[in-house]
C-alpha cells in the first residue's frame, strides 16, 4: 500500500510500529496498487500497542477487501436470492424508469 500525504504536519506519526486511528481519509485502487491518502482533512490518532487475534485480522482484511463477486448472466441473477451479491453479464437491450400504476375502480356501479 503507498501512502500520499498532502498535510506533512501528519508525517511524525507515520513510524513503522506505531498503532494509528486514521478518520477523514481516502482510499483508492490504482495500478500500482492500494493507495491510502491523507488530505488536510485527515485526523491521525495514536494508540497505544494493540495486539489483535490473527482471526480478527482476517475478518477485517475481508471487510476492507472484499473477495469478488460470482458472475452470473442476468437471466440467472433475476432468480437468486435478493441479499446475495453478484456481478452481471449480458445485452442490455432497454433502459427503463420504474413506473407506479395507481387504479381506482368503483364496484357500486
Known amino acids: ?3 500520499l500525504l498532502i498535510k506533512i504536519s501528519l508525517l511524525h506519526h507515520l513510524l513503522v510500529g506505531n498503532t494509528l486511528i486514521l478518520c477523514s481519509t481516502i482510499r483508492r485502487t490504482e495500478a500500482k496498487g492500494r493507495v491510502l491518502i491523507l488530505t488536510s482533512a485527515s485526523k491521525v490518532l495514536m494508540l497505544g500497542p494493540l495486539q489483535v487475534p490473527p482471526q480478527h485480522r482476517q ?17 440467472t441473477a433475476l432468480t437468486l436470492p435478493a441479499k446475495k451479491r453478484v ?23
Open 1 to 3: 500500500m503507498h501512502c
Open 59 to 75: 475478518d477485517g482484511e475481508r471487510l476492507l477487501n472484499p473477495p469478488p463477486t460470482e458472475l452470473v448472466q442476468i437471466k
Open 87 to 109: 456481478s452481471i453479464s449480458g445485452k442490455v437491450t432497454q433502459v427503463c424508469s420504474e413506473k407506479k400504476l395507481f387504479m381506482k375502480i368503483d364496484i357500486f356501479k
